[in-house]
């Protein structure tokens, strides 16, 4: 059973910063790719960031520079680390693991408020 689960959100004031974990079971996880999408009130999922099995790594514009994504193969970890959060960044994350399928954690919840 594949299991995805998210952690590390919170209430954070703009310009703060904040580490999203998640913990993969289940999976071969040094041969997923991995990723961060998050989806706000009334918007379509969107990607925020991935990693590959060879540790490439891609962001959305929205996040290059404030984001960083990260990954530990021994531990079955991802990471998200956020800093300088922005009011906009308020939103659902999920986990995301894609090989020949895909699945998804069952998100965290980041707000972004003063």
């Known amino acids: 059973q594949v299991q995805l689960v998210e952690s590390g959100g919170g209430l954070v004031q703009p310009g703060g910063s904040l580490r999203l974990s998640c913990a993969a079971s289940?999976?071969?996880?040094?041969?997923?790719?991995m990723g961060w999408y998050r989806q706000a009130p009334g918007k379509q999922r969107e990607l925020v960031a991935t990693?590959?099995?060879?540790?490439?790594?891609m962001y959305a514009d929205s996040v290059k520079g404030r984001f960083t994504i990260s990954r530990d193969n021994a531990k079955n970890m991802v990471y998200l680390q956020m800093n300088n959060l922005e009011l906009e960044d308020t939103a659902v994350y999920y986990c995301?693991?894609?090989?020949?399928?895909?699945?998804w954690g069952q998100g965290t919840q980041v707000t972004v408020s003063s």
């Open positions: 995301n693991a894609q090989r020949f399928n895909r699945y």
């Open positions: 289940g999976i071969n996880f040094r041969l997923y790719h």
């Open positions: 990693i590959t099995s060879s540790d490439i790594t």
